[in-house]
């Protein structure tokens, strides 16, 4: 119940224009290629009459979008789950109803409550695999935008600040940089290493040290996330994070090699970003 009663973290969509066609062509291309509903037994002109299903989905979609849903949400504030989840709901009988009619009178089934109720069935399939695409579509969004964001504002904190790391050779020569120009540092048996920006270019400079003294030494730095055992990351310089929750493959700056992110700091790497 808790979890419910949460705020709804994504915005409404701002986009219905390009949701409505999506979710039309979404369900013209089931009923077309896949034919449910005994839709393979009509003889006539299946990707027209697809077609008209799938516009009627999507006027039922800006319909209740426009209409109903986007003054309801400027009425309930705070806007929770439970909120989202009922007009989910609303939405997928809306569109199952007017569906349904359509059916009968194409079809020319009669209208009946096991028939319409097979009918919703299936709406809600279809719909509730729509709703999880959508839904991790916002998510993904959601999290590109946090990202964006948040690495702006602490690039920007940290633009005067400069971190060392040392080189534990005696004859060794200690690394300083702007630390908004390191990218990344990787373990290489005794030595490390450490992926920085010199004139907007990446270089890399082996400094003899072990990647555990490195995090030890940027412990301090927030930004400064080890990813994987071999690899620390500058979490500002993150240009594009591709996976799932298996792991990720990072790219950071100008730099176009790509950094592992193993299944063990995924959680940490979400926690971050949101």
């Not at 007017?98 to 399939?125: A, D, G, K, Q």
């Not at 990720?248 to 970003?273: E, H, M, N, W």
Request: glycine share 6%.
């Amino acid at each position: 119940m808790s979890f419910l009663t949460r705020t709804y973290p994504f915005r409404q969509s701002e986009h219905w224009l390009r949701d409505c066609i999506f979710y039309g062509v979404v369900i013209w291309a089931i009923l077309y290629m896949l034919q449910p509903f005994g839709f393979s037994m009509y003889h006539g002109n299946k990707f027209l009459v697809a077609g008209i299903f799938g516009l009627i989905t999507s006027c039922c979609y800006a319909l209740y979008g426009w209409g109903f849903l986007g003054r309801l949400t400027q009425r309930v504030r705070p806007w929770r789950i439970w909120h989202q989840g009922c007009a989910i709901i609303g939405l997928i009988l809306f569109i199952a109803v007017s569906n349904f009619i359509l059916f009968s009178f194409i079809f020319h089934y009669p209208i009946t409550l096991r028939l319409f109720l097979m009918f919703l069935y299936w709406t809600v399939i279809i719909g509730i695999f729509i709703s999880a695409v959508s839904i991790s579509i916002q998510y993904n969004q959601f999290l590109r935008e946090k990202m964006e964001s948040l690495l702006s504002n602490t690039t920007e904190e940290q633009k005067d600040i400069s971190i060392t790391i040392h080189d534990t050779n005696v004859r060794g020569n200690d690394l300083c940089i702007p630390i908004n120009s390191l990218l990344y540092v990787e373990a290489k048996k005794n030595n490390v290493s450490v992926c920085c920006l010199k004139e907007g270019k990446p270089t890399y400079v082996e400094i003899h040290t072990t990647l555990s003294a490195v995090v030890g030494e940027l412990k301090d730095y927030e930004n400064i996330f080890q990813c994987h055992r071999s690899f620390v990351v500058n979490v500002n310089n993150i240009t594009s994070a591709r996976g799932n929750s298996n792991g990720y493959q990072l790219t950071l700056g100008t730099c176009t090699d790509s950094i592992p992110v193993s299944r063990s700091y995924v959680p940490q790497l979400k926690a971050f970003i949101a």
